[in-house]
T-cell receptor
Framework: AQSVTQPDIHITVSEGASLELRCNYSYGATPYLFWYVQSPGQGLQLLLKYFSGDTLVQGIKGFEAEFKRSQSSFNLRKPSVHWSDAAEYFCAVGTYSGAGSYQLTFGKGTKLSVIP | DAGVIQSPRHEVTEMGQEVTLRCKPISGHNSLFWYRQTMMRGLELLIYFNNNVPIDDSGMPEDRFSAKMPNASFSTLKIQPSEPRDSAVYFC???????????????FGPGTRLTVL
């Protein structure tokens, strides 16, 4: 079965500093990969996604992520963090079962705090 | 587009009562998903519909949970009877599954925060 690991539960960075959130997945084939952001009391907003092609994908709000097949990773990066980026970030993998059923499996999330 | 709409946003009920959560997917989307989010278990997929038909309900925790999608623009998740351990945020998401070229990108509603006393 597929799984997603976000090893960092909580990260604190200073405003203006760079950011990298880690995500590792376990799946036998190339999955669909997603990053979502959740602000307090809100739903999940899609930041970016990878299906195929260029392994460096650009998303909204200045975020990017790089798919590394050899490391089974899909880390999220931002060169300069803004205070409004404080939120919880979820990595997810989308997979199909043999019966055609589609499932999105989420990591436990990484909470980002930003110091002004 | 209004996005995925969920109601109510907050629900407080007593143990044993019936709870019904509602979802209106994005117009034109043909897949709908119900998730539950808790601190302990994170985000869990409960059930998934494609073209109004339940495809995978293996995540539904117990028979007390049921979900329906009577038409393409409406779905319900019902808990009867409710228990305190059902307290969580329940999210609905929708996507457009377009055959082999499906993007399978899910768009989430704001969620319903359920508290069972």
């Amino acid at each position: 079965a597929q799984s997603v690991t976000q090893p960092d539960i909580h990260i604190t960075v200073s405003e203006g500093a760079s950011l990298e959130l880690r995500c590792n997945y376990s799946y036998g084939a190339t999955p669909y990969l997603f990053w979502y952001v959740q602000s307090p009391g809100q739903g999940l907003q899609l930041l970016l996604k990878y299906f195929s092609g260029d392994t460096l994908v650009q998303g909204i709000k200045g975020f990017e992520a790089e798919f590394k097949r050899s490391q089974s990773s899909f880390n999220l990066r931002k060169p300069s963090v803004h205070w409004s980026d404080a939120a919880e970030y979820f990595c997810a993998v989308g997979t199909y079962s043999g019966a055609g059923s589609y499932q999105l499996t989420f990591g436990k999330g990484t909470k980002l705090s930003v110091i002004p | 587009d209004a996005g995925v709409i969920q109601s109510p946003r907050h629900e407080v009920t007593e143990m044993g009562q019936e709870v019904t959560l509602r979802c209106k997917p994005i117009s034109g989307h043909n897949s709908l998903f119900w998730y539950r989010q808790t601190m302990m278990r994170g985000l869990e997929l409960l059930i998934y519909f494609n073209n109004n038909v339940p495809i995978d309900d293996s995540g539904m925790p117990e028979d007390r949970f049921s979900a329906k999608m009577p038409n393409a623009s409406f779905s319900t998740l019902k808990i009867q009877p409710s228990e305190p351990r059902d307290s969580a945020v329940y999210f609905c998401a929708s996507s457009l599954k377009a055959g082999g070229a499906s993007t399978d990108t899910q768009y989430f509603g704001p969620g319903t925060r359920l508290t069972v006393l």
